[in-house]
């Protein structure tokens, strides 16, 4: 049986940022999309092939309203297995997290333990980790790699009155800042350079 | 609003094998569990980072039948932007697309353009890209580098009646023989360690 795919568009796309905003999933949904904007950006000057993992889904009932068309009726969001977003950049696989937040400090509640044990382990292999935080409020973007980010939240495990970060500790530990454009949206590649290489 | 996620299951797993064999993705999905296992296998004992990606899902109308939960109440599949399986593997960027038939021959139709272009693309950025075909008839399994793969496909667009690739002329263009096993079940990264290292 051939499955007749719905072809996504720029307009989806922002259709899906509008479904997202809606309270459903985080709220970095902008952020998200200006990222994958800019990866768009990388793919077509050839500079970084990276991709946002779909979001997964449980799938629980398909109805089929025409033989060549498959609806799913019931589904329920997953818990990603991984990070957001992978892919490969001057030969070296690369792999992060983005989050954002409108507090002054990131809390460590808004990325799953699993999520920065797989970013250690891509470490551990050789490959780029890092965390991408947008603070709102501060209009700031930090990128800061697993190891300090990782060592933070060990401390943070036994210090309870430390659950966050601010921006100003991610400068302290090393953690590069992002800056705005317009092509791309916005140029972490360049903080990947000026860290990893 | 917190979103309650469903825990995946290895019994859930097994499900979700059951729901597409109904006819409903490509035919592949045995072989492609036994690839997910293969890979948690290299996971564990720590040789390579490869996950499967999600499959896209287009989400049009959620429900909420509680606070805490949401329910998917109408979607679409949509068509993969890359591949199903990437990854890192001793510090590279590895990359690929697994594929079964029940015939002697693998046609074409099966892959989409756009995947092979990924492919192809990983390649020239300094990655590991290739198709893992199961011919199930034959009971043999050939990984095959983006290269060679991608001049086949070149020369069947030329020539009409150039729509396929049989197992035997995987072999002369290079392709490595994968055998099955039990620790993992496809141990296709001793094929990768011949091919590429």
New interface residues.
């Given amino acids: 049986?051939k499955?007749k795919?719905?072809?996504?568009s720029l307009n989806?796309k922002f259709q899906?940022v509008k479904?997202h905003s809606n309270?459903?999933?985080n709220r970095g949904m902008l952020f998200e999309n200006e990222l994958n904007l800019s990866n768009e950006y990388y793919?077509i000057h050839?500079k970084?092939?990276i991709?946002k993992?779909?979001?997964?889904?449980?799938?629980v009932k398909?109805d089929y309203p025409k033989r060549s068309m498959?609806?799913?009726?019931?589904?329920?969001?997953?818990?990603?297995?991984?990070t957001d977003y992978?892919?490969?950049?001057r030969?070296?696989?690369?792999?992060y997290e983005a989050k954002e937040t409108d507090n002054l400090s990131f809390s460590f509640k808004h990325i799953f333990p699993h999520q920065i044990e797989?970013l250690v382990?891509?470490d551990?292999?050789?490959?780029i980790a890092f965390v991408i935080i947008y603070y709102r409020k501060l209009e700031k973007i930090y990128l800061i790699d697993i190891k300090p980010f990782y060592q933070l939240y060990l401390d943070n495990l036994k210090d309870d009155s430390k659950k966050s970060i601010k921006a100003t500790e991610i400068e302290s530990l090393g953690g590069v800042s992002v800056s705005r454009g317009y092509t791309p949206l916005i140029d972490y590649l360049k903080a990947v350079d000026s860290y990893y290489f």
Same sequence: chains 1, 2.
């Fill in positions: 049986m499955i795919y719905s072809n996504p989806q899906q479904i309270g459903l999933m793919r050839q970084a092939i991709y993992k779909p979001t997964p889904v449980q799938i398909v498959a609806r799913i009726v019931e589904a329920y969001y997953q818990t990603p297995s991984t992978n892919g490969i950049y030969g070296k696989y690369i792999d797989h382990n891509v551990k292999m050789g490959g």
